[in-house]
């Protein structure tokens, strides 16, 4: 089946540092890539949605400028969370979505194992 | 708008025992539907989804749901819980015919007593 991939899968930062978190689809091709944030103990919530080639749509109350999206190939997005502070401290999750033409699996969005972000 | 409600954040049942967590979908056009388990600090897993084919739908690790269209219901069971089946579980719906966003519903957390 379809792999979605994360790195790091776990980091701790100061405070005023920034953290690039990778998404990458293993075995295809995705044109679409979501990022969400869990707090704990709650659902997802979706912060972005990443087009290959162009800019991120985010969701309100997001801060662009905050959390860059790139998506510079069909199988890799990236999220940098810039100068991070403690309260951006949560376990971001990034979908990618399967355009294949054929099977189930189409329009499917596959997610990644997650990134636990901790910032002191 | 599209949204999704599960009733219950924490459903606890002994191990063997049936295992029934709710969701409830409000959608202005035909949904897609889908359930997710989530294991500890880990990312979501497709169980199974609704795409106006079968009502009933089966999926991995012997669960099922069934969409209810006059319940506006998609409700998630398994016969027999085992211990393995402890988790967190996401009800969720699509827009767009199934092309657009999810939408998650809060999560449900089984917990399963031996």
Known sequence: GAVVSQHPSWVICKSGTSVKIECRSLDFQATTMFWYRQFPKQSLMLMATSNEGSKATYEQGVEKDKFLINHASLTLSTLTVTSAHPEDSSFYICSARDLGTSGSSYNEQFFGPGTRLTVL | ?114
């Open chain 2, 1 to 114: 708008a599209q949204s999704v409600t599960q009733l219950g954040s924490h459903v606890s049942v002994s191990e063997g025992a049936l295992v029934l967590l709710r969701c409830n979908y409000s959608s202005s056009v035909p949904p897609y539907l889908f359930w997710y388990v989530q294991y500890p600090n880990q990312g979501l897993q497709l169980l199974l989804k609704y795409t106006s084919a079968a009502t009933l739908v089966k999926g991995i690790n012997g669960f099922e749901a069934e969409f209810k269209k006059s319940e506006t219901s998609f409700h998630l069971t398994k016969p027999s819980a085992h211990m393995s089946d402890a988790a967190e579980y996401f009800c969720a719906v699509s827009d767009l015919w199934g092309q657009g966003n999810l939408i998650f519903g809060k999560g449900t957390k089984l917990s399963v007593k031996p």
